[in-house]
């Protein structure tokens, strides 16, 4: 696969989300259910003017068919990028794989 570099754009977006996540990470720390880091996560957003869209459902296509189910993304910020809102002791490779198939329905 191909790789653009990032534009200006998405890293300035980027650096707002980063920042929002680290503010509560370092607020409430590790241990809570993943639905109050998300809702702390839109709060956070909110606050910083970034444009969200919540829990939203992306289609499953293959083999070039697009078939009757989908996957749904916990966060989708100013249409460019997602975030998936975790919380584990340790990552999984199945949480990347979700980057690579919106990727590719693109």
Do not use: W
Not at 74 to 92: A, F, G, R, T
Not at 95 to 101: L, M, S
Request: net charge negative; aromatic share 12%.
């Amino acid at each position: 696969m191909n790789y653009k570099p990032i534009s200006e754009e998405i890293e300035k977006i980027a650096k707002k989300v980063i920042d929002a996540a680290y503010v509560i990470h370092k607020e409430l720390g590790p241990g809570l259910l993943e639905k109050v880091y998300e809702i702390c996560f839109y709060y956070e957003l909110s606050k910083r003017g970034i444009k969200f869209k919540r829990q939203v459902n992306i289609p499953i296509v293959y083999d070039g068919k697009m078939l009757d189910e989908s996957f749904r993304i916990d966060v989708l910020i100013e249409d460019k990028i997602i975030c998936e809102i975790k919380s584990v002791s340790e990552m999984n490779p199945v949480y990347e794989a979700h980057f690579n198939i919106y990727e590719t329905n693109k």
